[in-house]
């Protein structure tokens, strides 16, 4: 399943037709069922990006920036509509004034996406990037030697007894 049902879009200012009141049940999201070649390209090229802008980017920002792009590349349809009851298009810009706007439910509509994607988007960028790492010299240890040529000797273990340095006799 593609979609999900999250608490109501509308922006809270705006008037609703006359008998109308806000949908309590909430606005559906329906995601992309796959990500279409030119959509996951933009994706990878995103992270590229990012790296390039960032090269201290790590893991948790590269994830915060999927998650971002699922929800203004990657739905499909939703129920949102606008004062008049006219049902808005899903593009960059109302997706940026009604989903991101709302931190709540951006993150739930990210979680859903993360999951929902996470096989066709996710996990092949990994491969990619683990396939892609320069391969590390496996050459001669690197490891402290004693000068003997022999084993390490290992140190002795220190005392867990302390030496008082004040008399503890009564008095």
């Known amino acids: 399943m593609n979609e999900i049902t999250v608490a109501c879009l509308c922006d809270p200012n705006e008037s ?8 309590l049940a909430g606005d559906v999201v329906r995601f992309r069922e796959t990500i279409d070649f030119r959509t996951a390209a933009i994706a990878r090229k995103s992270i590229a990006w990012l790296k390039s802008e960032d090269p201290d980017a790590g893991v948790p920002e590269i994830l915060a920036m999927l998650s ?4 203004l590349h990657c739905i499909e349809s939703w129920t949102l509509c606008d004062a008049k009851g006219k049902g808005l298009e899903v593009n960059k ?3 940026r004034a009604y989903v991101l706007a709302k931190s709540d439910v951006a993150f739930t509509l990210a979680d859903f996406a993360d999951d929902l994607y996470t096989e066709q988007v996710l996990l092949p960028l990994v ?29 002795r273990r220190s005392s ?9 006799a009564p008095i």
């Open 16 to 23: 609703h037709p006359p008998n109308e009141s806000r949908h």
């Open 68 to 71: 971002e792009f699922y929800l």
């Open 93 to 95: 810009a109302n997706v």
């Open 127 to 155: 491969a990619t990037v683990r396939s892609s790492s320069p391969p590390t010299p496996t050459g001669a240890s690197t490891s402290a030697t004693n000068g003997s040529g022999g084993s390490p000797k290992r140190s």
């Open 160 to 168: 867990t007894a302390s030496t008082p340095t004040v008399a503890t």
